[in-house]
């Protein structure tokens, strides 16, 4: 494995990741979530459709409209209309950085950038897993909901069939767990994943 090689660029990156930057320096208008990306409207360039994709597991960015791409600290320099030197300047002196850090500071530096590369590929592996047992789940809710219909109208009492008897048991539970996993906060999503997966025996 090649050994790390410390800058005070990759210091800033590993403390102010692009969400945050877009978040907090570059205004970035009508900012949305789907799974590791995010978009909205170019900070760079005029537009009324959104072209701006921000890679967040990557900490990158790319816009289909003005084809700027890069890191935060390119974003940063773009937006402010400065060189990467003076972007990174600017910015070392917002998170209170130095250029002469002891050793000591440089290995802190470089075992923080591990760290939140290790937290952001579980979370990512995290998500995925959420992802495929969401579709699992929903997948179940549409086969029954489709079973429930023939079911009745074919006239028959959903009540006396043993098929449609134990999914209306099971129903509330699946929709409580697809809200979960949907809506819930980190802890919420991992408990019901867990519960889905020993329901699902995986």
């Not at 990158?60 to 300047?89: P, V, W």
């Not at 000591?104 to 591990?114: D, H, I, K, S, V």
């Not at 699946?174 to 408990?191: C, H, P, R, S, V």
């Amino acid at each position: 494995m090649a050994a790390l090689v410390y800058s005070i660029a990759d210091e800033i990156k590993a403390r102010l990741p692009i969400l945050e930057a877009v978040q907090s320096l570059i205004p970035v208008e009508r900012l949305t979530f789907r799974g590791s990306r995010a978009t909205g409207l170019c900070p760079l360039h005029s537009e009324k459709t959104p072209s701006f994709v921000v890679y967040l597991d990557q900490n990158r960015f790319y816009c289909f409209g003005c084809h700027a791409h890069g890191d935060q600290i390119t974003l940063y320099a773009a937006y402010k209309g400065m060189t990467n030197s003076e972007a990174i300047r600017e910015l070392a002196e917002y998170l209170g950085l130095s250029r002469n850090l002891s050793s000591a500071g440089r290995a802190n530096a470089e075992q923080e950038a591990r760290k939140r590369e290790q937290e952001k590929l579980l979370e990512n592996k995290l998500e995925a897993r959420i992802g495929e047992v969401t579709h699992v789940l929903a997948d179940e809710m549409r086969a029954m909901e489709r079973y429930l219909l023939v079911i009745r109208d074919a006239g028959k009492d959903p009540l006396q069939d043993s098929l449609c008897c134990d999914w209306l048991r099971k129903r509330d539970l699946i929709e409580y767990w697809l809200d979960q996993l949907t809506f819930g906060d980190a802890e919420a999503k991992i408990q019901a994943l867990l519960e889905v997966l020993q329901w699902l025996d995986l």
